[in-house]
Every structure is written in structure tokens, then in C-alpha cells.
């Protein structure tokens, strides 16, 4: 019985893309609605799952096929040129159809159960998304660019709308929460599920978006108001932020969207002391730029470059709980803000910082985002010898590298990632001696 209901899915599926095909070349449908079309279509059947497939199997074996018969699709000439114009006739490079699927199967398996949880963040993904592509496609006049594309304002307010009526409507069903807490989380979400789809490319938001979701309604829904309230504060005076600083700061529409993510990624999985640090950098740009402006635009690399260490520690720190991860984590903020510094003063000064000018970079980096670790830990003489040792490090990196790239090259962007990853993983040796001591 179970097989039978796998096969008659996937006979559905094909059939409804074969009609989709069909109709689009019958009445000349713009590509973007056909895409749209068959995207509603493999959200709607979805939403079924839980009540039709009682084994995880099931809905792997649905999606394996779905992923199959696009995969075919996409490398046959005859079949992308016939029944696939219905999916890769929009003329911007996407996988979304496959990360759709994707979704589909981790969302099953991570809900375990939980039809909140699971249908949510479908329903989002289904309609929220084929809205804000079709707004921003037949209305989109305040356009902004991501990788490989394009999108508007009008398609992102669209894709907030849409999805805080979805969460009103389902949560009030599917949960028992109050009124106000069911306020706030819709909200939330519908600001940040707006801006993970505004950033996301590719497709990507097929994956990022309904992930996002879930992740965020399995915090959510186990907060109290209080705590919702902080939440929705702090994510309101990061957008507010934002929003005053998108002039000011030199970061395109993408690099800003995606810094108000980050900073809000950084105060949920970790709190108000692993906001701090990297809002401190992101502070100090603005005065920066403010002092020395130049014709110069920061894209999405920037951004993704300067939160790379932060991100990278805060994992490791969730995961194996290493010693002293969070001063691991603000020197590599110290040391992006250090680069920051010495390539605006090579710029302005029109030379390569000499010895003196690293030191004092070095100090006033180090002293103003290291300073937050003693909020954090205390003020202990281990944590003095671990500063002295990320001061050491900062200064002799700064020396030997010889801040003098490009400052916009995507090279510049990779270099200094790695460079504060290294940098800031050094301080293990004084932090394994000391805890050998």
C-alpha cells in the first residue's frame, strides 16, 4: 500500500509538469508563471505528506524521483528544450526546484512529527515565495542586485505580507500559543524569512528559507512572551540599523540585508555578548566611511568575509565547546577590524602603514572588541596573557602581510578571511598551555 502511494505521487508530479507545459505553451504564459506553477504544485502535494506517508522512507523515495526526473530534464537536450521550458526557460541560472525537493525531505525528517513544524515552513516556502516572484517580476521597479540576478523591493514586501498572514492563520490551528505570543513570532519572521529570501540566489532560498523557518518556530515556540519580546526588540533595532545605515556604510542592498542576518544569527544561537563584538565592527565601518568616502560599493563578499571567524567559532563553540571559543572568536572580529583600518589609512595616506601605525592598529582594534571578553569571562590574568598574545599576533601579522590590496577585490575578501581564522586559531597554543598549566 505504502509503494502504491510512493509511485501515484510521483505519477502525479510528472503528469501535473507535463500539463503545466501544455497549458503555458497553449496560452502563452510568461516562463516565470509556469515555473511558479510547478513550484505551487510540488508545495501543494507536499503539505499532504504527513497525513498520506507515516515512514521517512516514503517521502525520501518521493523527492529521489522528483530530483531524478529534473536532473533528466536539465542534461537532455530534447526534454529541456520540450516539457522543461516549464522549469529552465526563466532566464537566470537557479536550482531551485531541486533544493525545493531538498527541503521537502529534511523538513519530514526534522519535524518528526510535529505538523507545525512541517507545514509552516512549506506553506511559507509555496506561497510566500511564488508571490514575491511574481510581484517583483510583473511589478518590481525598486530593483536591487544579488549574484547572478536581480530582485525588488516590491517582491520582498510582497514575501513579508504573505507570510505573516500564512503564520497568523496557521499557528492559531496548529498551536496552542496566545494571541500575543503568535503576534510576535509572526512578525519576526516575516521581516527575517523577507530578507533570507531577498539575499538568497540561485534558488537558494528554496533551502535557506523553509530551514530558516523551521529553525526559528522550534526556538520560538518554546519562549515565553517575555523572551519573544527581547527577540523581536533586538531584531527591530538591528532592521532599524539597517535601514539608517544603508547610505552611510557603502554596503549594497544584498552586503546590508545580509549584515542585519548576521547580526541577528549571532544574538539567537549565541546572546547580547556575541552580538556585541561583531556590531562593534560593523559600528566602526560607519565611522570609517564617515571619516574617508569614497566612490567604492561593498557587495555580499564583504560582509560574508568580515562574519566568516565569528561564524566559524560560534559553531565550533555550539558543537565541541571548545575553551575560550568566544575570545577566539571576538580576535577574529579584531583582526578583520584591524585590516579595516590599516587598507582605509593606506588609502587615505597613500602608503603602506609603517611598523608604529600596525602597533597602534593593532592596539586600538584589539583593545576595543578583545574588551568585550572581560564582560564575558571576568577579568582573570589568563585572559590578560591570551590579549597580550592576540595583540602579538595581530601586530606581526599586520607587519609581514603588508596591508596593501585592493579594497574591494573579491581576493582582498578571501585573503582577509583566512588570515583572521589562522590568526585567531593561534591563540590555542597559549590556551592549551595555560590549560596544561
Given amino acids: 500500500m505504502a509503494l502504491i502511494k510512493v509511485c ?11 500539463m503545466i507545459r501544455v497549458l503555458g505553451k497553449r496560452f ?7 515555473r511558479k506553477m510547478l513550484h505551487l504544485g510540488l508545495g501543494v502535494t507536499s503539505l499532504s505528506f504527513p497525513w498520506l506517508f507515516s515512514e521517512k522512507w516514503q517521502v525520501l523515495a518521493v523527492c529521489t524521483a522528483a530530483i531524478a526526473v529534473l536532473l533528466l530534464i536539465r542534461t537532455i537536450p530534447q526534454l529541456r528544450n520540450s516539457v522543461g521550458k516549464a522549469v529552465f526557460d526563466v532566464n537566470r541560472s537557479s536550482h531551485g526546484e531541486l533544493l525545493f525537493a531538498l527541503s521537502i525531505v529534511l523538513l519530514f525528517w526534522f519535524s518528526d512529527g510535529n505538523e507545525a513544524l512541517y507545514v509552516i515552513p512549506i506553506t511559507i516556502l509555496t506561497i510566500s515565495d ?31 505580507g504573505v ?8 499557528l492559531r490551528i496548529l498551536t496552542p500559543i496566545s494571541w500575543l505570543e503568535l503576534l510576535m513570532i509572526a512578525v519576526m519572521f516575516s521581516v527575517l524569512g523577507a530578507l533570507i529570501e531577498a539575499v538568497s540566489w540561485h534558488g537558494l532560498d528554496n533551502l535557506f528559507v523553509p530551514l530558516a523557518a523551521y529553525l526559528f518556530l522550534n526556538a520560538s515556540l518554546n ?29 549594497n542592498t544584498h552586503a546590508l540585508m545580509t549584515a542585519v542576518i548576521s547580526l541577528y544569527y549571532f544574538w539567537v544561537v549565541g546572546n547580547m555578548a ?3 563584538a561583531p556590531l562593534l565592527v560593523f559600528i566602526c565601518h560607519l565611522a570609517l ?40 572568536f571576538t580576535l577574529a572580529l579584531a583582526i578583520h577590524l584591524q585590516i579595516i583600518v590599516l587598507l582605509r589609512l593606506k588609502v587615505h595616506r597613500e602608503k603602506t602603514a609603517e611598523p608604529i601605525i600596525v602597533l597602534l592598529a593593532s592596539l586600538g582594534s584589539g583593545g576595543l572588541i578583545l574588551s568585550t571578553t572581560f564582560f564575558y569571562y571576568g577579568f ?28 574591494f577585490s573579491r581576493k582582498r575578501w578571501v585573503t582577509e578571511a583566512l588570515f583572521a581564522v589562522t590568526g585567531s586559531a593561534s591563540a590555542l597554543i597559549p590556551i592549551g598551555i595555560m590549560r596544561v598549566i
Fill in 223 to 251: 519562549q515565553d512572551e517575555l523572551q519573544l519580546f527581547y527577540q523581536l526588540s533586538v531584531l527591530g533595532g538591528l532592521v532599524v540599523l539597517g535601514l539608517f545605515a544603508g547610505p552611510k556604510s557603502q554596503l
Fill in 380 to 407: 582573570t590574568a589568563q585572559l590578560v596573557i591570551f590579549h597580550l598574545f592576540a595583540f602579538l599576533v595581530m601586530f606581526i601579522g599586520g607587519v609581514v602581510k603588508r596591508i596593501k590590496t585592493d579594497r
Fill in 8 to 18: 501515484g505521487v510521483i505519477l502525479s508530479l510528472i503528469t501535473f509538469l507535463f
Fill in 289 to 328: 566611511v564617515k571619516i574617508h568616502n569614497d566612490e567604492g560599493s561593498y557587495t555580499i563578499d564583504a560582509v560574508l568575509s568580515v562574519m566568516s571567524g565569528g561564524f566559524f567559532w560560534l559553531i565550533i563553540e555550539q558543537l565541541f565547546h571548545v575553551p575560550y571559543s568566544f575570545f577566539l
Fill in 130 to 160: 511564488a508571490v514575491a516572484a511574481l510581484v517583483g517580476t510583473h511589478y518590481g521597479k525598486r530593483l536591487f542586485e544579488v549574484i547572478g540576478g536581480i530582485k525588488s523591493w516590491e517582491g520582498t514586501v510582497a514575501f513579508a
Fill in 274 to 276: 556575541w552580538l556585541a
Fill in 163 to 170: 507570510t505573516f498572514i500564512i503564520l497568523l492563520v496557521l
Fill in 28 to 34: 502563452g504564459w510568461h516562463p516565470e508563471w509556469q
